[in-house]
């Protein structure tokens, strides 16, 4: 009998040991912690993650980042950014060449080129698109041979029939040429109030007749029941459009009132990106919505990529445009761009990859582990893995540690175009206004709060310290001595220097707050700070640090948290007094930050951008001078001449411009950082073979911990063992 | 029993309103529809006039509960409430604020839910009860007493450890698993047998000393006395008969929670990037969804009425002096 048990053990263990073998085996193939199918192992895939779903990713509407990164590479607006000159330059992408502007008088009539800002009355744009760009394949193209289309007659009971779950279960797909009709059809939807545009009131405000155009659909939409208001197909090209006209096949107009130079910038955004009535005529049908087979959730577009995949709960995947058009990689770019390695692909055809997979990712640890294993081609470092991947060196500057080096991981570091800054309510009886004594508190409390030591501690550096509202890489922006706040920061040693605590002190006591006690009052000076709670870990430590700030000129700050509604709610009537906030551009233009310190946008008088209700004449004139002229030295000087007045009021504590670093692996080409709306697939290559060698170098399976941990637990069950033993001798 | 389900199915139709007044009333006390739109809509260049269409747009241009401008019952069926919750207790969720069919969306989510709080359940279900009842068998000895110290160690450690624990020795150290994803079909078995067994190790602690607790109750009665007296191993006695007479505690405990499974578990989903349920009522309050709010709160509250019924029905299965009337 204990011949039999100890045969039975040791064939447990043979068979243990053989299926550990065989494990090890096919571990040695592929790794046991590969995420994606073992097939696509050696394919010319993207992986990437994404951290929140995207709401829509219609080209009316998708406005945040998470949606903007998907539709950039599907949708063809008429201009693009060149990828690599800097500052930001804009071309054309599906046009022949940048749309003609002509300007006009009051009588329609063609003023010359050098008539005046007063003289011009309105603006017309003329584009001329490339023939023979074609549409990604789509079911709503798909027509049988008497050229009928298959899918514009359907209902619920045929999608029933069908079986029709998602847009793949369509069995035709076909495609058509892009006309100029379909980028009037887009703009026209920026007025449907289905689609929700965030940009219509203020293009109603420039392009001539949209605003009319938006009522007119208003007044049939409100004729219809509310269920088929949604669904139902209102085809655009029977409803004109004044100030934009299809001219040809391939040409179209936008005609503006007076002059808008900034345009040129939103025409490189998906908002005019084409849209076709047949895209349209299929989604609005019975059936589809319930179905999620809408525009929001499936795009159709001209683009390198075509979205195949689309469960924004779990994955998106983009795979190559079949139809696309064409297009070359960038032969020239900025200075350093050669030796930086961008130019390395000059000239080749794009895109380069055949799919890219994003996968919701939520929580930054698990993203940053499966990036280190290789399972992510590339990743932003958050506050998290800073120590992890970065290190000082004796020059002060940010590099990868040696591990990352060893494994050959390239950083890029890109600055965003935002600022994020310290509003003071220049509406506010002690914090705000335009006399001496206000300005010089809001001095004092600039140089106060110290920003630098803020990016440090919070932002692990990752941040540079704002002059003014106007970014790096910005017209406008100048780096060195001429570029420094001069009421903050002294240029020593080469170096901008926050000017010391005493000065702060000096200008408070000048401002009648001498150590934080009001000289007409006899009280101590507190101030209010709103700002929204976000339940993030290190929130209470941030309040605590802005408390600090102000202790240091004695004055008492009250932190006064609430949810973000309520924070907006009290900016919007004004009875915020000190807040952070901050403003990510819609484009690199200078008079995309400036605008936001105009007059004309105050949030409570003109329910505008300029949370602060900045509104100094001097610096609304000059704005409005400024924002209808070309990039030159004129320009230039105005731009710094507003900003020394707003530096001078000081309505924010400037804040920060946030840096974005990128680590990426040495499978991939390398990709030039952009603060507009982060990769641009169809500039990316990789090599797929080193990668699949890479993974499968990194992620060796170990089994003998494990085997260690069964063994362990084996040896914990023996005082079970004996305890039993005892207890069941003892009963007998 | 037919006429009892009946019964508690109609008790369920007050309730379900109950629940959809506080829901109104507690989403509305924080967020005016403006501050929906705004969400929606975003912050640059959106003023009170796109608001308000986007309020038309979606149904939020109408009083709460009271409409003093309607007329009759109007005054009622006019209002945000009325009209945005008569459609619920036939189950049609409708589309979310931001576009989507929420009935799909659940139909999709709720398995990927399942799969990972089923098998959960089911092995911690079997694991705990084990644990317990070997913790029961060696009562007043150090394996019962280390038994509770562990039991107390594992609950006093917050599950967020095992999560990050068990994804940087399994996946990150050994290799062994993928740390985080999702596919469906034969290809989800990778991805969730960690999660699963993070959710059992994570639930061991609270599990097994609850069932301690009703199995030391259970072996002070008079019948295991009785059983004891006349011989029986007290193996037998444990699984045998203390563990079918504790099954009605059990049962109270554990069926009740059935229906709501596929709810998901917000945190283990989102480390694990699991395409679930669980985080889906958080998404929509960050995103200021009230149309997804609404519905998974109503749903919540049905299945859990589910549960409570099911519970009871289960009562008579396990004890046959139980009636239902």
């Given at each position: 009998m204990k011949l039999m048990i100890l045969k039975d053990y040791r064939l447990i263990i043979k068979s243990c040991f053989l299926m550990a073998s065989a494990l090890a085996l096919s571990a040695c193939e592929q790794p046991l912690n590969d995420p994606y199918p073992h097939t696509d192992a050696d394919k010319n895939i993207y992986y990437s993650s994404f951290i929140e779903a995207p709401k829509s990713l219609d080209p009316a509407r998708a406005y945040t980042i998470n949606e903007l990164q998907f539709i950039m590479q599907i949708y063809e607006p008429p201009l693009q950014y060149h990828y690599l000159k800097r500052p930001y330059v804009i071309e054309p992408l599906t046009t022949v060449a940048l749309p003609t502007i002509t300007h006009l008088d009051g009588a329609d009539q063609v003023l010359p080129e050098e008539a005046s800002n007063e003289e011009i009355v309105s603006s017309v744009y003329t584009f001329e698109i490339k023939p023979g760009i074609y549409y990604q394949p789509h079911p709503a193209f798909a027509q049988n041979e008497a050229g009928q289309y298959y899918y514009h007659q359907l209902n619920e009971k045929i999608l029933e029939e069908e079986d029709i779950k998602t847009l793949t279960d369509f069995e035709h797909e076909g495609t058509r040429e892009l006309i100029a009709e379909d980028y009037v059809y887009q703009i026209k939807r920026l007025a449907d109030p289905r689609a929700q545009s965030p940009i219509f009131g203020f293009m109603s405000e420039y392009i001539i007749g949209l605003e009319a155009h938006g009522k007119l659909l208003n007044k049939q939409l409100a004729e219809d029941e509310s269920q088929q208001q949604r669904t139902r197909f209102f085809d655009l090209r029977q409803y004109p459009l004044e100030g934009v006209k299809v001219l040809d096949k391939y040409r179209y107009q936008i005609k503006i009132k007076g002059q808008y130079p900034q345009l040129?910038?939103?025409?490189?955004?998906?908002?005019?990106?084409?849209?076709?009535?047949?895209?349209?005529?299929?989604?609005?049908?019975?059936?589809?919505?319930?179905?999620?087979?809408?525009?929001?959730?499936?795009?159709?577009?001209?683009?390198?990529?075509?979205?195949?995949?689309?469960?924004?709960?779990?994955?998106?995947?983009?795979?190559?445009?079949?139809?696309?058009?064409?297009?070359?990689?960038?032969?020239?770019?900025?200075?350093?761009?050669?030796?930086?390695?961008?130019?390395?692909?000059?000239?080749?055809?794009?895109?380069?990859?055949?799919?890219?997979?994003?996968?919701?990712?939520?929580?930054?640890?698990?993203?940053?582990?499966?990036?280190?294993?290789?399972?992510?081609?590339?990743?932003?470092?958050?506050a998290d893995q800073f120590d992890q991947a970065i290190q000082v060196d004796s020059q002060g500057n940010l590099q990868l540690n040696k591990e990352m080096l060893a494994r050959e991981f390239k950083l890029t570091a890109g600055v965003d175009l935002s600022v994020f800054f310290l509003g003071f309510n220049m509406l506010d009886p002690i914090v705000g206004g335009y006399s001496e004594r206000a300005q010089k508190l809001r001095r004092a409390i600039s140089i106060a709060v110290d920003d630098e030591e803020y990016i440090d501690v919070f932002l692990n550096g990752r941040g540079i310290p704002a002059q003014g509202p106007i970014p790096p890489q910005v017209f406008g922006y100048l780096s060195g001595k001429d570029g420094i706040n001069p009421y903050v920061y002294d240029w020593q040693d080469g170096h901008a220097v926050r000017k010391p605590i005493a000065e702060a002190k000096a200008l408070l006591a000048e401002a009648g707050y001498a150590n934080g006690i009001n000289s007409q009052t006899g009280e101590s000076l507190i101030l209010n700070y709103d700002v929204s709670t976000t339940g993030a870990p290190d929130e209470k430590a941030r309040f605590d640090w802005m408390r600090k700030q102000f202790e240091k000129i004695d004055i008492q700050l009250n932190v006064r948290s609430s949810l973000a509604n309520r924070l907006f709610e009290k900016i919007l009537n004004g009875s915020a007094q000190l807040f952070s906030w901050s403003w990510l551009a819609d484009y690199p233009d200078p008079e995309n930050f400036l605008f936001i310190l105009a007059g004309e946008n105050s949030t409570v008088k003109e329910d505008g951008p300029n949370r602060v209700n900045y509104d100094n004449p001097e610096y609304n004139a000059l704005f409005a001078q400024m924002r209808l002229m070309p990039d030159n030295e004129e320009r230039l000087a105005i731009i710094q001449q507003m900003l020394d007045i707003a530096r001078r009021d000081a309505p924010w504590v400037w804040g920060y411009y946030p840096q974005t670093f990128t680590v990426t692996q040495s499978w991939l080409s390398p990709s030039k950082p952009s603060g507009l709306w982060g990769v641009r697939l169809k500039y990316i290559d990789l090599d797929p073979q080193k990668r699949a060698q890479l993974r499968r170098q990194w992620n060796i399976p170990i089994f003998w911990p494990v085997l260690i941990i069964l063994g362990l637990l084996i040896i914990a069950f023996i005082p079970v063992i004996i305890q039993y033993w005892r207890k069941e001798r003892g009963a007998r | 029993m037919l006429t009892y389900i009946i019964r508690r199915i109609l008790y369920a139709i007050p309730v379900l309103i109950g629940v959809n007044i506080i829901t109104f009333s507690l989403f509305f006390l924080v967020n005016t529809p403006d501050d929906m739109a705004r969400a929606h809509l975003g912050e640059k260049y959106v003023d009170q006039a796109a608001i308000d269409r986007w309020k038309r747009q979606y149904g939020y241009d109408q009083p709460l509960f009271y409409n003093a401008e309607g007329e009759h019952i109007n005054r009622f069926t006019q209002t945000l409430f009325f009209q945005k919750s008569i459609k619920l207790f036939a189950f049609d969720f409708g589309i979310s604020d931001g576009g989507r069919n929420i009935n799909y969306d659940i139909s999709q989510r709720m398995w990927p839910s399942l799969a990972i709080a089923l098998p959960t359940l089911i092995i911690g279900l079997l694991v705990n009860i084990t644990f317990a009842m070997s913790m029961i068998f060696f009562r007043h000895t150090y394996i019962d007493l280390w038994g509770v110290i562990i039991c107390i160690s594992i609950m006093s450690i917050s599950s967020l450890f095992y999560i990050i624990g068990g994804q940087y020795l399994i996946s990150k150290v050994l290799h062994l698993t993928p740390i985080s994803g999702y596919d469906t079909g034969w290809q989800s078995i990778k991805f969730v047998v960690l999660p699963i067994t993070v959710g059992v190790i994570a639930g061991i602690g609270a599990g097994s000393r609850w069932y301690r607790t009703i199995f030391l109750e259970e072996v002070s009665r008079d019948y295991v006395r009785t059983a004891k007296a006349k011989g029986l191993a007290e193996i037998k006695i444990l699984f045998k008969h203390v563990l079918k007479n504790a099954m009605l505690p059990i049962l109270t405990g554990i069926v009740v929670i059935i229906p709501t499974l596929f709810m998901g578990s917000l945190i283990l989903e989102s480390f694990f990037a699991i395409p679930g349920l669980g985080s889906y009522v958080i998404e929509a309050i960050n995103q200021q969804d009230f149309a997804i709010v609404r519905a998974m709160v109503f749903l919540g509250s049905v299945l859990y009425i589910f549960g409570l019924i099911l519970t009871d029905i289960s009562y008579t299965l396990v004890d046959p002096r139980i009636r239902l009337q």
């Open positions: 040129i910038y939103w025409l490189a955004m998906p908002f005019f990106a084409p849209i076709p009535w047949e895209a349209e005529a299929f989604y609005h049908q019975p059936g589809m919505s319930v179905r999620n087979i809408t525009l929001d959730w499936y795009p159709v577009g001209t683009g390198a990529f075509m979205l195949t995949d689309n469960n924004p709960n779990s994955r998106i995947v983009l795979a190559r445009n079949p139809n696309f058009h064409g297009e070359n990689y960038p032969t020239e770019g900025a200075p350093g761009d050669r030796e930086e390695g961008f130019l390395g692909l000059a000239g080749q055809e794009l895109p380069f990859l055949d799919e890219a997979v994003y996968i919701l990712e939520k929580e930054a640890i698990p993203r940053w582990n499966k990036f280190l294993q290789g399972y992510y081609d590339a990743s932003i470092i958050s | -």
